[in-house]
């Protein structure tokens, strides 16, 4: 069992920066692959950054291409979530998730962290 955990959320104003950070307990997460989701409230849960174990394969939501960057270190076990150029409409619980193979699909992760919430004043 993979457990995540997410931490770098809070309150920024709009075209401020945040970097999230996400973590496994347990397991090493090195061969899974890695995508970040957010779910602003009465909205769906919706695909932000996907990266695959090697860091060979990157994939964005056209809403956040060129403002957001999906990275990893595999000797830290961690991956992170570069949020530059943020707008209101950035504000959402972000979740990090785990799967075997990198995909901007939900169904393809299979363990997910509890979420960390991003904020953007306008």
């Known amino acids: 069992q993979v457990q995540l955990v997410e931490s770098g959320g809070g309150l920024v104003q709009a075209g401020g920066s945040l970097r999230l950070s996400c973590a496994p307990s347990?397991?090493?997460?090195?061969?899974?692959?890695m995508g970040w989701f957010r779910q602003a409230p009465g909205k769906e849960r919706e695909f932000v950054a996907a990266i695959s174990w090697s860091g060979g394969r990157i994939y964005y939501a056209d809403s956040v291409k060129g403002r957001f960057t999906i990275s990893r270190d595999n000797a830290k076990n961690t991956v992170y979530l570069q949020m530059n150029s943020l707008k209101p409409e950035d504000t959402a619980v972000y979740y990090c998730a785990a799967g075997e193979e990198v995909t901007t699909i939900k169904r393809g992760y299979d363990y997910w962290g509890q979420g960390t919430q991003v904020t953007v004043s306008s």
């Open positions: 347990g397991r090493t997460f090195r061969r899974y692959a």
